[in-house]
């Protein structure tokens, strides 16, 4: 069974910490892992897809990155704007719908 | 680009009532549409996978005549939760998928829409 793990449930920052956010996962043939930013009462907002391990994909405070068991969001001199619940999503090779299988998120605080 | 929407945002009804929720692609098509349930600080649920012009795909303890999905156009679907009761409360999120080409694994998220059954 695909199953995706993140760490930690919850995580408070300084404005200006920077951290990192962990996703790992155990899937039979990893198609594709996708970031997710949550905010309160709203429909996910896509961030990145990754494909391959040594991937890395950036975005403003953000940076991706994947290995064969992991992806990690790093998220540079945080802002309080950057304060939201984070998924990650694992896409697998086998089925042609292409589901996503979802870990639980991050919730991000991030404190001016 | 990649713009879903849902309508309504949010609704409340009376036991026993049915509810339509509509998703819709605004600036692509998508062949495929994912709806999804999300409870209070849980992450999302996969309910279904609706093709366009075939019948969706319900996973695993979803009532497939509880939840009944219209896939009608490559730009709407639509769930609508018949005889709703209060556990049908929860958040319900679509998704929709590229037709093909650049993007087209990733799945672009609707706002979602609150369902409280009293």
């Known amino acids: 069974e695909d199953q995706v793990t993140q760490s930690p449930e919850a995580l408070r920052l300084q404005e200006g910490e920077s951290s990192s956010l962990n996703c790992s996962y155990t899937?039979?043939?990893?198609?594709?892992l996708f970031w997710y930013r949550q905010d309160p009462g709203k429909g996910p907002e896509f961030l990145f897809t990754?494909?391959?391990a040594g991937e890395e994909k950036e975005k403003e405070r953000l940076k991706a990155t994947l290995t064969k068991k992991e992806s990690f969001l790093h998220i540079t001199a945080p802002k309080p704007e950057d304060s939201a619940t984070y998924l990650c999503?694992?896409?697998?090779?086998?089925?042609?719908?292409?589901?996503?299988?979802f870990g639980s998120g991050t919730q991000l605080t991030v404190l001016p | 680009g990649a713009v879903v929407s849902q309508h309504p945002s949010r609704v409340i009804c009376k036991s026993g009532t049915s509810v339509k929720i509509e998703c819709r692609s605004l600036?692509?098509?998508?062949?495929?549409m994912f709806w999804y349930r999300q409870f209070p600080k849980k992450s999302l649920m996969l309910m279904a996978t609706?093709?366009?012009?075939?019948?969706?795909?319900?996973e695993q303890g979803v009532e497939k005549d509880k939840f009944l999905i219209n896939h009608a156009s490559l730009t709407l679907s639509t769930l609508t939760v018949t005889s709703a009761h209060p556990e049908d409360s929860s958040f319900y999120i679509c998704?929709?998928?590229?037709?093909?080409?650049?993007?087209?694994?990733?799945?672009?998220f609707g706002p979602g829409t609150r369902l409280t059954v009293l």
């Open positions: 609706s093709n366009e012009g075939s019948k969706a795909t319900y």
């Open positions: 998704s929709a998928k590229y037709l093909a080409g650049v993007g087209y694994n990733e799945q672009f």
């Open positions: 990754l494909y391959s």
């Open positions: 600036d692509f098509q998508a062949t495929t």
């Open positions: 899937v039979s043939g990893l198609r594709g």
């Open positions: 999503a694992v896409q697998v090779s086998s089925g042609s719908a292409r589901q996503l299988t």
